[in-house]
């Protein structure tokens, strides 16, 4: 993307929007323009993360510890928008988080957050031609929503319904940890524990299946920091990594056609592309047993 328009035959200007704290309104800016042979990249928002996470991954890139056998990593992204994405569409994605799982061989997306602007349906009326959307106060609203796999939101469904169960579990499991027994005198207590973790899961899960409204727009820090970092941050989340592995590894059983009690290997034989003007029959001899 170039920050100065060039003389192409299929250019395309890229636009970001930016909120106006404290309102439902923005703006979009020029970030650029594209031609047909540009691909459009987003930009790294600076992130505070871990020492660890800063050896091993470099640094605005934060890190899940987790139980799989995959590293995590997570970036914050300022959205760029090409121009005809913007007149196509009402809902525009201005930062999301990027997750993403590693192991050897095997890297993939794992899913995203999204922080959305969605213009007023009247207000869109009074946009009749495409040079009414540029630095003009935009009016409409903020949401969050995490976007994944099929099936991952039936998996989230299924743990907000056993929230009870759970909450009880995870109770217990605190007072065993601090070498605690529950005796009658902590019940009233143990209860009012249990009844917040159990809110706590319904909340939590239900922000990630239906995703959240925001009343207005804040602040950028205060979007990223009290809504966007916390969603990856809660020890549920552990569950929703775990969940969504599972579905992306069946995925590529099914893809590979591997079983599921069979180890998905690292291939053996490796040939480069050019090696095919050297000798045409190599892709037969790779698949060869």
């Not at 159990?198 to 959240?212: A, E, F, Q, R, T």
Request: aromatic letters at 10%.
């Amino acid at each position: 993307m170039t920050n100065k328009k060039k003389e192409y035959s299929n250019v395309e200007p890229a636009f970001r929007f930016k909120a106006k704290s404290r309102s439902n309104e923005g703006q979009l800016t020029l970030a650029g323009y594209l031609n047909e042979s540009d691909l459009l990249g987003d930009e790294v928002i600076e992130i505070e993360t871990s020492q660890k996470a800063k050896e091993k991954f470099g640094k605005n890139t934060d890190m899940i510890e987790n139980e799989t056998n995959y590293d995590i990593k997570v970036n914050i992204y300022r959205t760029n928008l090409p121009g005809s994405f913007i007149l196509a569409n009402h809902k525009w994605p201005i930062f999301h988080i990027s997750l993403v799982y590693s192991k050897s061989i095997v890297a993939g997306y794992l899913l995203d957050f999204y922080v959305y602007f969605t213009l007023d349906d009247e207000f869109r009326k009074t946009l009749t031609k495409p040079v009414h959307y540029i630095n003009t106060p935009l009016k409409g609203s903020f949401s969050i929503a995490m976007e994944g796999d099929e099936g991952l939101k039936d998996e989230i469904t299924k743990l907000m319904d056993s929230s009870e169960e759970r909450a009880v579990d995870y109770v217990a499991k605190q007072y065993a940890l601090s070498n605690k027994s529950i005796g009658d005198d902590d019940e009233d207590k143990v209860m009012k524990l249990i009844e917040k973790e159990v809110k706590h899961m319904k909340d939590y899960y239900n922000s990630l299946i239906v995703g959240i409204q925001l009343p207005m727009y804040l602040s950028d820090n205060i979007i990223i920091n009290t809504y966007l970092i916390p969603l990856y941050k809660d020890k549920l989340f552990l569950d929703i990594i775990s969940k969504a592995i599972a579905i992306r590894e069946k995925k590529r059983r099914e893809d590979l056609r591997i079983d599921d009690d069979e180890p998905i290997e690292a291939p053996t034989k490796i040939f480069k592309i050019r090696d095919m003007d050297k000798d045409p029959n190599i892709v037969d001899k790779y698949f060869e047993k």
